[in-house]
């Protein structure tokens, strides 16, 4: 089946650095989105992507499709405290089964 | 326009019960999925319902059931609880498959 893949598992930043993450996929995906969740809550969408090559922001994020449709990068740009959390993407292509398939996720600590 | 809404938050149940989560979508959503986190296992699809018809489902056993009101609200039930059914059960409501998936806060299930 289709598998996404993040690594690390964790990252460790400093305030006020940039930060990316990306996710690769083994098969090629028509919808990519990527997905923020603090401790105890849902998971809240940052940024949905649509096309290959897409380049798209929201604030401080920025996020790209991947050429080939297999990847997807989300970069955080002047990190702050509340930028900590677990980072989800996750990918869907058109078809009888359907699905939106989720990455395990980046949990980003940010130290002041 | 009120965001996915979940309930309970909590629930605290023993092994052997059944338990009976609810979910209601954003309105105008048709499609309902649900979905377990678990810290080890990450976000896991349990089942998609979309106009009342379940049209997807995970490798779930038949203890976890779902289904699909009119007013797209879903009900998803677990049958003789395990202990290792303990998570946080998320729902997730989007327009239509290939859309963006909007979560809710989720329920947090204990099975003691």
């Known amino acids: 089946g289709q598998q996404l893949n993040q690594s690390p598992q964790s990252m460790f930043i400093q305030e006020g650095e940039d930060v990316s993450m990306n996710c690769t996929s083994s098969s090629i995906f028509n919808t990519w989105l990527w997905y923020k969740q603090d401790p105890g809550e849902g998971p809240v969408l940052l940024i949905a992507?649509?096309?290959?090559?897409e380049l798209t922001s929201n604030g401080r994020l920025t996020a790209q499709f991947g050429i080939t449709r297999k990847d997807s990068f989300l970069n955080i740009s002047a990190s702050i405290p509340s930028d900590v959390g677990i980072y989800f993407c996750?990918?869907?292509?058109?078809?009888?089964?359907?699905?939106?398939?989720f990455g395990k996720g980046i949990t980003l600590s940010v130290r002041p | 326009k009120a965001g996915v809404t979940q309930t309970p938050r909590y629930l605290i149940k023993t092994r052997g019960q059944q338990v009976t989560l609810s979910c209601s979508p954003i309105s105008g959503h048709r499609s309902v999925s649900w979905y377990q986190q678990t810290p080890g296992q990450g976000l896991q699809f349990l089942f998609e319902?979309?106009?009342?018809?379940?049209?997807n489902k995970g490798n779930f056993p038949g203890r976890f059931s779902g289904r699909q009101f009119s007013n797209s609200r879903s009900e998803m039930n677990v049958s003789t609880l395990e202990l290792g059914d303990s998570a946080l059960y998320l729902c997730?409501?989007?327009?239509?498959?290939?859309?963006?998936?909007?979560f809710g806060q989720g329920t947090r299930l204990t099975v003691v």
């Open positions: 996750a990918g869907s292509y058109t078809g009888a089964n359907s699905k939106l398939t």
């Open positions: 992507l649509y096309k290959a090559g």
């Open positions: 319902y979309f106009s009342e018809t379940q049209r």
């Open positions: 997730a409501s989007s327009s239509d498959r290939d859309t963006e998936a909007f």
